[in-house]
């Protein structure tokens, strides 16, 4: 009679073990799936950076600006130096 | 003790009407639960079959983000981009006059176009593949029954043609078709993961079913490449290829001391990131296309001579005959230069003078240099495509065999292999393994030829630049080694054309070699058609550039006494 006592308490604790576990399970799945979409929202961000920045330090609108808006030059020979 | 055992049935025993009573209450449930049973199986049955068919469970596939090719200063030449597909369920789509207004606006169609879409009896059909996210969530916001957003990745190539044959391109798949794309597929796709999740018809997710494989993301691939070098190639390139009407041009900048191409480029091109991409300009010609490289191969058959202690640097070679015959046809200088020196002989690229010089060397042991050289042998760059070229045996060699391969005919190379053979004088000697991804600093290389014959190929290279044919070669500031070629195509029918390629190969600086370049244009038609005039120039705006922006010191007003005294002949062959 004791022994079952102890074993229906037993039952009843890991059942609830068992609701909880499953509890627990649920909550970081839902976790793990929200930081899921952050992480790719983010790099998708990142890559959305990196094209605007590659595309704004083209070497193609580099030399435009430099030639057209700043009016530079690469100087010729007789414009150049060399320091001993 | 009896007494006890009496009272306890006695408790337990219950009335007549407490009896009935339960079994009323039990009959009465067991009545509910089969009148609920009749309910749902005969009145609510197409209701439930249909929920049942709309709800079903599938395996998701999560998508494992394609890696970035970059350069080595981390400009990506390669990324994946988001971008939404919407699609339209027609059965269950409905929308009032203005709603298809903004809809066509937003997905830039026409409205005949979605009416014709809507019309269709089909679950999917495509809206738009390629919409940007933005335009995606506002059409989403107007909750139109139906209309479905999937987000999926398109590559993209900021580098457009510049560096188009380098890093290839994937299909409508994801999967690489050429060039890096293609050789590191495995490593930029990754691996994909699946979840199971209950979904019903119209997309809706209802439940997660928890069944997951995590997706591994591709790795990045870091190239050794540098974008602003590999645009200076591309431009140089498209100059000079435009100016002498050209059929194509190719170049090749390799640092020296790692073996690394820090450029690699052809022209004409295409434009990675549009639909048409002509098959005839998709080869990376650097490493797939062979020809025969002419004077280019001279300092390598010169270089047997001098290692096998055959000649000297000063020793006189008399070419005055004015030509030479190899086989039934004869081989002549571009003028009678006469009496001159052997390094005059590379320096005016004498045919004649070359052949004089490779009789003086066994055919095992030039054929064993060129092979050292790595002359008809795949270089090992991880690049589809690549092809080995062609040197046959010594072995089968006839005497105009022998003859043909002093002055860079009768075999064929690629580009690439005449860039990495040109390692060896620039390392004192030593060749280095080419490689197309960052390497950590200086690889250990294999020795070819002693530091002395490559030092003295070296002093003769610079002359070329210096007084010779490659005039237009030459870096103000710099010292700059380096041999022309000039040869004749082959025809269809395997006869000499008039057709020709030009090519250079050079090297920067010379009193401490940091980077070798192979230009090669092929078929100029307009103005000149020799190598120094139409690949020199390629040749030394790209030297000069790439020399500023490594900062690599000036040694242009150095003099060397060794050319002085190698310049005065002593002897008479």
Request: proline content about 3%.
């Amino acid at each position: 009679m004791r022994l079952n006592l102890i074993l229906y308490f037993v039952l009843i604790f890991f059942a609830i073990a068992t609701v909880n576990s499953e509890h627990q399970y649920r909550n970081n799945y839902s976790r793990l799936d929200i930081e899921y979409k952050a992480t790719s929202e983010l790099r998708d961000e990142k890559t959305k950076l990196e094209v605007e920045e590659s595309d704004k330090s083209g070497n193609q609108r580099i030399q435009t600006i430099a030639s057209e808006k700043l009016k530079m030059y690469v100087p010729n020979k007789k414009q150049v130096k060399v320091i001993k | 003790m009896i007494n006890t055992r009496k009272k306890q049935t006695e408790f337990f025993e219950l009335s007549k009407i407490r009896r009935r009573l339960v079994l009323i209450i039990i009959l009465s449930l067991f009545f509910s639960l089969f009148s609920r049973a009749i309910y749902l199986q005969a009145m609510q049955k197409d209701f439930l079959q249909k929920e049942a068919e709309d709800r079903s469970d599938r395996k998701v596939l999560l998508h494992a983000y394609r890696g970035k090719i970059i350069d080595r200063n981390n400009n990506v030449f390669a990324v994946s981009t988001p971008i939404q597909e919407v699609t339209v369920n027609p059965s269950i789509f409905v929308a009032s006059v203005k709603e298809k207004i903004k809809l066509v606006r937003l997905l830039s169609i026409s409205r005949k176009d979605l009416e014709r879409k809507i019309q269709k009896n089909k679950k999917k059909v495509y809206l738009n593949r390629q919409l940007s996210p933005e335009k995606a969530a506002q059409i989403m916001a107007l909750k139109i029954p139906g209309i479905i957003s999937n987000k999926k990745y398109k590559r993209f190539y900021p580098a457009k043609e510049v560096a188009a044959h380098l890093v290839g391109f994937t299909g409508i798949d994801g999967y690489g078709l050429e060039g890096i794309e293609l050789y590191s597929n495995k490593l930029l796709a990754g691996d994909s993961g699946y979840k199971k999740i209950l979904k019903t018809r119209s997309g809706r997710i209802v439940d997660d079913l928890q069944d997951i494989k995590i997706p591994r993301d591709g790795q990045d691939i870091q190239l050794s490449i540098d974008k602003r070098l590999q645009y200076t190639a591309y431009r140089a390139l498209e100059k000079a290829v435009e100016k002498y009407a050209a059929i194509s041009g190719s170049a090749i900048l390799l640092d020296a001391k790692t073996g690394e191409i820090l450029a690699m480029t052809n022209y004409p091109s295409y434009n990675p990131n549009s639909k048409g991409k002509p098959i005839d300009f998709r080869r990376n010609r650097v490493v797939t296309d062979t020809f025969e490289p002419g004077s280019t191969i001279k300092p390598i058959s010169v270089s047997a001579a001098l290692e096998n202690k055959s000649i000297k640097p000063n020793n006189i070679i008399d070419t005055s005959a004015g030509y030479y015959k190899v086989g039934r046809s004869h081989v002549k200088d571009t003028r009678n230069y006469g009496k001159i020196s052997v390094t005059e002989v590379i320096q005016k690229s004498s045919n004649i003078g070359a052949i004089i010089i490779g009789e003086k060397v066994e055919s095992k042991y030039l054929w064993n240099i060129l092979n050292n050289f790595g002359i008809g042998q795949k270089t090992g760059v991880s690049f589809p495509g690549e092809v080995g070229g062609k040197l046959r045996h010594y072995k089968n060699w006839r005497k105009t065999d022998h003859e043909s391969a002093t002055f860079g005919y009768g075999m064929s190379t690629s580009l690439i292999q005449l860039a990495h053979s040109y390692t060896v004088f620039a390392n004192q000697g030593s060749i280095k393994e080419v490689s197309i991804l960052k390497t950590k600093g200086p690889t250990l290389g294999r020795r070819v030829i002693s530091r002395k014959t490559s030092d003295e190929m070296l002093s003769m290279l610079e002359s070329v630049v210096k007084e010779g044919t490659a005039k237009h070669a030459k870096v103000n500031g710099y010292r700059v080694a380096g041999k022309t070629g000039t040869s004749k195509k082959l025809g269809a029918d395997g006869k000499y054309e008039s057709n020709y390629i030009g090519s250079f190969v050079g090297i920067a600086p010379v009193s401490s070699p940091k980077f070798v370049i192979a230009v090669m244009i092929d078929g100029p038609s307009i103005d000149s058609y020799y190598g120094g005039t139409v690949a020199g120039p390629v040749f030394s705006t790209l030297m000069a550039e790439a020399l500023k922006i490594y900062s690599i010191p000036q040694d242009g007003l150095i003099e060397s006494d060794e050319l002085k005294r190698e310049a005065k002949p002593d002897s008479i062959i």
